[in-house]
């Protein structure tokens, strides 16, 4: 079968190798893809958050399956439009990708199933963001309702700076995805990214992994979409998961449903495990990036069989996924200046890959220059993922590799998974 992928990021780049090595697929099409996905198939220069030429690729592809790996394309509807011409798609309908697009919608519907979350209030103006910021205790936690690219979240020490940036978001810092503002309570507790499955009526659960927001060392500087991740997490075990499965998962799966807005697609559940156990803190409604990497390199089923079947309602009939034991990690290398500034067009030399299944480099905001040499292209530039018998030997690998790779513009972490 064919498979078109939209995205083209370290995420889709680990989607793509791992669905190239389903017995499944003869043909793998990226759309935009990356220069690591050109080494599995063919990427056509298409954006993925144009869905009129989405729509016309998909029309003359005629793929067997869609992928769809980032959240726009699927609040723009792309699913939807996928699925009005027939075209199997992994991924949700523009309703139920409200589960990331709306803070405010998720904390409504966590109101109307009993899923727990941090209390909170939607405000609409200064004043109103005012008097509930009295009610509360520092720190204080705000949120653009909209999708902001993962930066409309601010963690305030204390009210004023709370009231500066409330004024800040709703006067338009991020355009009209924060005219509406979600403003909730502080939550303590380790935090875990979990993944499931779901075809809108049955949900699989996948494992979780944790990432790393911040930019430096020690959890210091700005946030990004994330710097580095690693699975398996100890504090999410089977215990846990059966109560995020329980608590959380299958309420949201049931209640979109019964709603009229099934979710068919991967749910990233942004958790807190505290000590009352677990509340969820954001929906995502596709892959995390870089949580992707270390999934993909764990899973050891056939991917393809699992998103046919998410796309095409019969995930009864699949078993639950297979994982390896083995444990990964990833590190992200990103452009000097990232999540500020950066520049583009910066060399890269990668090391002539070995065979060896430990370690994977994949790209993300890589391109070719005329002569074809490779350079970057975006703030997360490569995710350097190992798999290996513990966490600290994957750390090892991985940071090994990366003294591999001459990127002089990059930096990263160098505490990733160090807290394990
Ligand atoms: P989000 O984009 O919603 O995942 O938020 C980004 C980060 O902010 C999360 O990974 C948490 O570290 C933190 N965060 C968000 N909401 C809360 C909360 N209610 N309590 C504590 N930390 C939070
Ligand atoms: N790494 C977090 C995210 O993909 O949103």
């Given at each position: 079968m064919k498979v078109l992928l939209i995205g083209g990021g370290g995420r889709e780049h680990a989607l793509g190798w791992k669905i190239k090595q389903s017995p499944l697929v003869a043909e793998l099409v990226s759309a935009p893809g990356n220069p690591g996905l050109a080494t599995l198939g063919h990427c056509v220069p298409v954006d993925a958050e144009n869905l009129d030429d989405l729509m016309a690729l998909a029309r003359t592809e005629r793929p067997d399956l869609v992928v769809v790996g980032p959240e726009v394309p699927l609040a723009q509807g792309l699913a939807d439009q996928l699925r009005a011409q027939n075209i199997a798609v992994f991924g949700p309908s523009a309703k139920a990708a409200q589960l990331e697009g709306s803070k405010a919608f998720t904390k409504a519907f966590c109101d109307r199933h009993n899923i727990p979350t941090a209390g909170y209030r939607i405000v609409h103006n200064e004043d109103e963001a005012k008097t509930y910021l009295q009610t509360l205790s520092p720190p204080f936690v705000l949120k653009a309702d909209g999708l902001a690219a993962g930066k409309g979240v601010v963690i305030a020490a204390d009210r004023d700076e709370a009231v500066l940036a409330a004024r800040d978001m709703l006067g338009g810092q991020f355009g009209a995805a924060s005219q509406t503002l979600v403003i909730e309570e502080f939550m303590q507790g380790v935090e875990a990214s979990f993944f499931a499955l779901s075809d809108g009526k049955t949900v699989l659960p996948l494992i979780a992994a944790q990432d790393h927001k911040?930019?430096?060392?020690?959890?210091?500087g700005p946030n990004t979409g994330g710097m580095g991740a690693f699975s398996p997490v100890a504090h999410m075990d089977v215990a846990m998961t059966k109560r995020v499965m329980d608590e959380i998962i299958i309420p949201t799966v049931q209640g979109m449903q019964t709603e009229g807005q099934a979710f068919c697609g991967v749910l990233f559940a942004g958790l807190m495990i505290g000590p009352k156990g677990p509340r969820l803190i954001e929906y995502n409604v596709r892959f995390g990036d870089p949580e992707c990497q270390v999934l993909m390199m764990r899973l050891q089923s056939d991917l393809v069989t699992l998103l046919l079947a998410c796309a095409n309602g019969t995930l009864d009939t699949v078993p639950l996924p297979v994982w390896d034991a083995r444990a990964s990690v990833t590190v992200v290398m990103a452009a000097k200046g990232y999540p500020g500034a950066y520049a583009k067009g910066q060399p890269i030399t990668l090391p002539v890959p070995d065979e060896s299944e430990a370690v994977q480099i994949f790209q993300a905001g890589t391109s070719c220059d005329e002569q074809g040499n490779l350079v970057s292209s975006g703030g997360r530039v490569l995710a350097v993922t190992a798999l290996c018998p513990s966490i600290e030997e994957a750390v090892s690998v991985a940071y090994q590799e990366i003294d591999q790779i001459d990127f002089q513009d990059g930096y990263y972490r160098k505490d990733i998974a160090a807290k394990v």
């Open positions: 911040r930019a430096f060392d020690g959890d210091q």
